[in-house]
């Protein structure tokens, strides 16, 4: 295939990131501008923005298209509407927080000024962007002081646009391996550790509990997490605590209380701290961080509170619908043996349940890494 000798620039980012800013300092003199913003009263927008991109790319004339491009159908769209004429696909992802572009809002022209609750609902929609979903060129744009600084998004290292955060499902505190840690006389090392004045480290006392599950979770999102500054990389849902970082200790009156209460929406002991501790991480994550589930979808009682506070920003492996526990805790440990991580979906409005896939292969022991 020839080199195309058109390109279709694709900005995304919340209303007052700078995209218009962007496209005027980088784009105007070579490239046609088009944005619904420009033509705010008509009712066909969308095929009207899709018509004026495809006469453009027709003349041989570069496009931006300047506006938020929230989801990735929006982009979906447009992407597939440059391949249609063979132009080469460019994305911006203009990294801005919410709280700037409140604050950039505020001091706009009264004329360029939009509502604050677009910026908010914006910020709901806008979902992860990555190299997958098609674009020949993806970059990660910083606003700072007027300038803009480029990162480039490479598809064959797995970058991503934004940071990521999982939320780790807990571990049943009612099993065999629970009896054995709560059997005052046992002596292995966890239970002495656990009862020691230091306790034991959260996510080896659920390893320990839930064996193969638990462990591929826990080695799965220490691999992968990409967490923002000040943050650990996962969080562990707990009965009665809310999320807590998988290395606090704990002791085994802690693990006593979790085993006390269930894990049920209707549980106000273990729902109150679990809306509590997700809205203060959607908080400090900051609106671009990936909050993913590492847990089994099929039940209500993670999906719906964590749908309550994270909307459309919580995704989740779509490989782990059908599958039981040892298949999905297997699956993650091939993951980080193999370094490939998995792809992700919002969670709204998943298909949460399916047939079993087929059984996993053999893993492959003592791997060199």
């Known amino acids: 295939m020839e080199p195309s000798t058109t390109e279709l620039v694709i900005l995304i980012g919340l209303p007052a990131a700078g995209k218009t800013s962007f496209y005027r300092a980088r784009f105007a003199p070579t490239h046609v501008h088009v944005s619904k913003d420009l033509m705010p009263n008509r009712r066909d927008r969308q095929a009207r923005q899709l018509a004026q991109i495809d006469d453009a790319l027709a003349s041989g004339r570069a496009v931006v298209v300047d506006n938020v491009n929230a989801t990735a159908a929006d982009r979906a769209a447009l992407i597939e509407a440059g391949r249609r004429r063979g132009a080469a696909v460019l994305g911006y992802f203009l990294d801005v927080p919410r709280a700037e572009c409140l604050q950039r809002n505020r001091t706009r ?12 609902a914006a910020a709901k929609r806008l979902q992860p962007v990555g190299p997958d979903e098609g674009f020949d060129q993806l970059y990660r744009v910083e606003v700072a002081t007027g300038r803009f600084r480029l990162t480039p998004l490479h ?5 991503s646009a934004y940071p990521t955060v999982f939320l780790l499902s807990p571990a049943s505190t009612s099993g065999e391996r629970a009896t054995l840690l709560f059997n005052d006389a046992a002596s292995f090392p966890l239970a002495a550790q656990i009862r020691s004045p230091g306790g034991a480290p959260l996510g080896e006392v659920f390893s320990f509990l839930s064996s193969l599950y638990f462990r591929g979770k826990l080695t799965y999102a220490r691999a992968f997490a990409r967490p923002p500054a000040g943050l650990c990389g996962a969080f562990v849902i707990t009965p009665g605590e809310g999320l807590r970082d998988p290395a606090e200790p704990i002791s085994i009156a802690r693990l006593r209380h979790y085993a006390r209460v269930p894990i049920k929406s209707a549980e106000r002991r273990y729902l109150v701290p679990l ?21 089994s979808v099929a039940s209500s009682r993670y999906v719906e509170p964590l749908l309550r506070v994270f909307g459309e920003r919580l995704l989740f492996p779509p490989t782990f619908v059908g599958r039981g526990d040892m298949s999905r805790g297997g699956l993650l440990l091939r993951c980080v043996d193999q370094d490939t991580e998995l792809d992700y979906a919002p969670l709204m409005n998943a298909m949460r349940h399916g047939p079993r896939p087929p059984r996993l292969p053999a893993r492959a022991r003592n791997l060199v890494r």
């Open 155 to 159: 598809p064959d290292r797995g970058d």
């Open 109 to 120: 022209p009264e004329t360029d000024r939009v509502p604050a609750v677009a910026v908010h």
């Open 275 to 295: 809306l509590r501790d997700a809205e203060a991480l959607a908080t400090l994550a900051g609106d671009h961080c990936r909050i993913i589930l590492l847990g």
